[in-house]
């Protein structure tokens, strides 16, 4: 099988690489691309392979794309993959919200692809970890409304903000990311601000979330950056439309799959970026009721978005296509 990464030398496709080595996806061929690749390499399977250009990468007719290079770069080129019988991942925010292509969590609605899924969207990194959590909860008691602050890690924004945070921590000066420092602060703005007064991330975690598990679900959000690089955290208030026991909730969540419940704040056992970090599980944990209304509950995620939240899901969804006998009539494998 050809795989092209598309964005392979940036952050999100660096750990792609990573994560389809250790789950042994069946790449025969890799075909890592990137922009401003000439003379470079990554290194897959314990050698070099060499960076090549987009048309380079179309020529050689991959079997499948995973794309996390912008949405401008997806926009232009997965089309064109898909018309040369690519099947094309995106992980940008691109197709997201088209009506004809799939928003997938394969945990949750992966059993909805199809063979004429040439492109297929991956979701946002704080949606994918919240809905995951939320999906069992909603087949058992219906969620109505949703309220989600997030502490999102710098590694969302890439490596330049990275870089920020570290100069910052030993008084360096460099290039900013942000318009503030980051270390021993927290910024209220991820993305850009909307004509509505919510910034874009908020945005995406609202109708993602519609899109994914039922568009009658009422969400808001505020999303925050914090100076952390191991992954995303979230508090988030849940509004069911039946009554639930607190056992029962932690028993649907320590039996769903892709969630590991770390319940037990008595032990100071909870999720944190720290146990996050590196590893592909949607950490979830701080199980209590909202006392002041009915129906009600908080509870705070945590993943690893760079795993989960982009690069491990948008592997999942080919290893689903693979399963499936979706991707290109490959045999699907163990």
Known sequence: MKVAVVGATGMVGGVMLKVLEERGFPV???????????????????????????????????????????????????????????????NSSAWRMHAD???????INGHLLSADDRIIAN????????????????????????????????????????????????????????PFPIDRNVIPRCDVFTE????????????????ILDPAIRVTATAVRVPVTGGHSEAVNVEFAREFDLDAVRAILRDAPGITLLDRPEKDE???????????????GRLRRDETQPCTLNLWIVADNLRKGAATNAV???????????????????
């Open 123 to 178: 979701p946002n990194c704080s949606t994918i970890q919240m809905v995951l959590a939320l999906a069992p909860l909603h087949r058992a008691y219906t969620v109505q409304r949703v309220i989600v602050s997030t502490y999102q890690s710098v590694t969302g924004t890439g490596m330049k903000a990275v870089r920020q945070l570290e100069n910052e921590r030993r008084a360096v000066d460099g290039e900013m990311a942000y």
């Open 316 to 334: 999942q969804i080919a290893e689903a296509l693979l399963r499936q006998g979706l991707l290109n009539n490959r045999t699907a494998f163990a």
């Open 101 to 107: 292509r799939k928003l997938v969590v394969p945990e």
């Open 270 to 284: 909870y999720p944190m970026p720290l146990i996050a970090n590196g590893r592909d599980e949607v950490f979830v």
């Open 28 to 90: 025969e061929v890799l075909l890592p691309v990137a922009s401003e690749g000439r003379g470079r390499t990554v290194r897959f399977m314990g050698r070099e392979v060499a960076v090549i250009d987009m048309k380079a990468a179309m020529d050689q007719r991959p079997d499948l794309a995973l794309f996390s290079a912008g949405g401008a770069t997806s926009l232009e080129w997965a089309p064109r993959f898909a018309e040369a019988g690519c099947t094309v991942i995106d």
């Open 196 to 211: 509505n007064g919510y910034t874009k991330e908020e945005m995406k975690l609202v109708n993602e979330t519609k899109k």
